[in-house]
């Protein structure tokens, strides 16, 4: 599973280098996509690993918050000392701190990350105040877009994230039914956006509800796991080639960019159980997948870099750029605070075990390696 995330974030950046002419999918699908797989590890490990709900909300926070504090400095620094940034300017900044009211949004949003989401639904006026403006989330020649004041602005994705974890422990003890339905309501309110006067892209993309139904669709995916699990291994393997190909070569096909998103849809939410099932016990596969977060947070970064800096054979040296600084962000930061974090789950799972079974009257569970 951890080469399909890598391909994931890999997605997503070749589709913010100018000069790149390979693309797997959009970079939005591959984002949604990445809702699905997100859905089934909380799924999973809120059923082999956590037992206590604050633990779980505690751990997730400090899975994302590390590695995103340290890109936000490194960007931070750079936007400061040099005026490097991919999405805005310096002057962008400026006006929207200028303004009291957006100063305090905007850095309340930078820190805390939730409702970053929500920017994309918001332009600036010429005196740095926030308007509501659905029309569409990305910057014109008059106005510019709530979310170009992010030092990270890619991270609007982390805000549904942590709507979506806090809805999981509940809805991870809800009957198939129960979120068959909630994931149909989530889909007729996105498709709803089609006879709404507000841009589609932001409708389907921006908001938690529209976009929940992908998380189900990871949690259904962890249900039909231990079946998927007992399948042939030649099925399993043509599973995962399918899914690998709908990710990498579906782009070629004549066929409309929403056909294409439901078809990545579809296939994460089929092909996730059958990648996990082969790779579950591989540590090199989940040694690439951690390299996806790092990825996706870094990559408008060393775009900007690369393209600051004029340097020749510009996508390949963004790519390998953002691949050495993910791979340092994830050995000096995420890496200690994660061996922590386990220690914590697991110390947290053998406390409700021992009150569960006092005195040695029932063994204490393994608590299984940590995915997400």
Known sequence: MGFVRLLLALAVLLSHIPSATVHFIGGGTAVQAFFVVSGFYMALVLSEKYRDVRTFWTNRLLRLAPAYVAMMLIAGIALAGWGLTATATPEIFEAAFSNAGSAAIMAFENVAVIGQHWLYWFKFAPDGSLYLDPSGGLPTATANVGWQALVVPQSWSLSIELIFYALAPWLARRRNGTLIAIAIASIALRLSGLALPVDYNLWQGRLFSTALFLFLFGMLAHRVLPRIQNWPIGARLTGFALLIAAIVLLPLLPLPGEAQRWIVYCAMALGTPIAFSLT?????????????????????????????????????????????????????????????????????????????????????????????
Do not use: C
């Not at 591989?282 to 996706?296: K, T, V």
């Not at 040296?317 to 914590?344: C, F, N, Y």
């Open 280 to 372: 579950r016990n591989s540590a090199i596969d989940r040694w690439i997948g951690e390299l996806s977060y790092p990825i996706y947070l870094s990559q408008l970064f060393t775009v900007a870099l690369v393209l600051a800096m004029e340097w020749p054979w510009r996508s390949w040296m963004a790519i390998l750029l953002t691949l050495g600084l993910s791979t340092a962000i994830m050995m000096m930061v995420e890496r200690p605070v994660d061996r922590w974090r386990q220690k914590r789950a697991q110390r947290a799972l053998q406390t409700r075990e021992r009150a569960r079974y006092p005195l040695g009257t029932g063994p204490v569970q393994g608590v299984p390696s940590a995915h997400a």
